[in-house]
């Protein structure tokens, strides 16, 4: 079968927004399909992850794209400062007016005339068997609308996260909020198949009056090829202390102070094992300071913000604690999210605490295994109690706790591509009756 991906983040940009993208290619093409890619390239200040490209096979055909949108404009503002007679702060209003007005329906938008250009340039000789195009940024699905017009193909629509659904405060006008809507509602209306990570966003999109009832739920994952190197062993622990592990980017979407609260007042409540607690985290901090988090929470002196780090290595380190931290903000837009480091988490099989909305989607997978502490965000009595029950376990048995979770394996990244292609050979059985 002849594929057309199409999407904005692809390796080697990094974080995880490009995973599912790059996992898809790799088991369309270990499959059998003929794949084309059509991405972004990475922008200078974007973090990225050559090791990415690893997973992508040479013989899958990447046409990446110079991005079009807002960015660079902003960029060239907030690097000229006070220059031609403007202040620093005159520029940084500027760019926020201008972010503001750029998101019709996103600041990608400029995207999407190079992509299609691109997809008729690959496929001028003959189209593809079938389009997928993955979201955010919403305006990815324009690119699927127009090709499916053009070449009467079927077009699977793929929604990786509720974004599209909670970003309305930073768009400026009544007019940004139709165009969202409006771009929303054809895809749901034309798309030939719709997929979603979460039912939650499915739900989301029933509130917005956009029905359809026939999307399947196409999971994030975990990758086994990730896990093949990291083992079960415990080298690097030290066996004197406990560790803690906060894996992912630290953001107002995935804030570390529900577990820093319980953990500070955890170590006053019990001074002669403070000492032997250590915390560690491996990902980026977006707009956190990490030396007030530090200051404020009175964290232990074994402390290390590692940064980020090549997937496969991240994941690796996975291995190397005692107990995992999850974190999903507990506020509108977000209780369908699930984050793709959960299935990472829940494949280590370590104990998790999972600080997220106790009615949300990520609660709702986390369920279904063992050694996973489901806490509500601001429920510190709660997360006390466990840092408690698991220190207490620690210092009858060193060792980390594992968990076999064998029905992890529904999620791996392998599973849920093979899920995506009995979508695909549904539509072209349909297609040929």
Excluded at 283 to 303: H, Q
Excluded at 318 to 341: C, F, K
Aim: hydrophobic share 40%; charged share 25%.
């Amino acid at each position: 079968m002849k594929i057309l991906l199409v999407c904005y983040y692809f390796p080697p940009t990094g974080m995880g927004g490009v995973q599912r993208p790059a996992k898809f290619a790799k088991y369309l093409s270990r499959f059998g399909h003929d794949l084309t890619v059509i991405a972004a390239q990475p922008v200078p200040g974007e973090i990225t992850d050559d090791t990415l490209l690893g997973d992508i096979p040479d013989h899958v055909r990447v046409i990446r794209l110079k991005p079009r949108s807002a960015r660079s404009v902003l960029r060239a503002l907030s690097g000229r400062g006070g220059e031609a007679g403007g202040s620093s702060r005159q520029s940084g209003r500027w760019a926020r007016h201008l972010r503001a007005w750029s998101r019709v329906p996103d600041d990608k938008i400029g995207y999407v005339p190079s992509a299609i250009r691109a997809a008729k340039i690959a496929f001028r000789n003959s189209p593809p068997d079938i389009i997928l195009t993955t979201a955010p940024p919403p305006s990815i699905q324009m690119i699927g609308r127009h090709l499916q017009k053009t070449w009467q193909v079927p077009w699977v629509a793929d929604f990786r996260d509720p974004w599209f659904l909670a970003s309305d405060d930073k768009l400026p006008t009544p007019i940004h909020r139709a165009i969202k809507t409006k771009v929303l509602r054809t895809t749901l209306e034309y798309a030939d198949a719709v997929t979603a990570v979460s039912p939650g966003i499915v739900d989301d999109f029933k509130s917005w009056g956009a029905l359809r009832d026939d999307i399947p739920i196409i999971t994030n994952g975990y990758d086994e090829d990730d896990f093949a190197t990291g083992g079960q062993t415990y080298d690097t622990l030290e066996p004197n202390r406990l560790r803690f592990h906060l894996y992912g980017t630290i953001s107002a979407n995935a804030p570390p102070e529900p577990f820093l609260t319980a953990l500070s007042a955890w170590r006053k409540s019990n001074p002669e094992a403070a000492g032997k607690v250590e915390l560690s985290h491996r990902g980026a901090i977006v707009d956190y300071d990490l030396d007030s988090l530090i200051e404020k929470y009175d964290l232990p002196k074994r402390f290390a913000s590692l940064g980020y780090a090549p997937h496969w290595f991240a994941v690796k380190e996975l291995a190397n604690a005692h107990a995992l931290i999850l974190s999903v903000a507990d506020r509108p837009g977000l209780h369908s999210n699930i984050p793709g480091r959960v299935y990472e988490c829940l494949r280590s099989r370590r104990p998790i605490l999972a600080f997220v909305p106790p009615d949300g989607a990520a609660a709702d997978i986390l369920r279904q295994f063992d050694g996973v502490r489901i806490i509500k965000p601001n429920d510190t009595n709660a997360a006390i109690s466990a840092i408690s029950d698991l220190y207490t376990h620690w210092q009858s048995s060193p060792n980390p706790q594992i968990f076999p979770r064998e029905n992890i394996t529904r999620y791996s990244r392998e599973s849920l591509t093979r899920q995506l292609v009995d979508e695909f050979d549904r539509l072209t059985r349909k297609g040929n009756q």
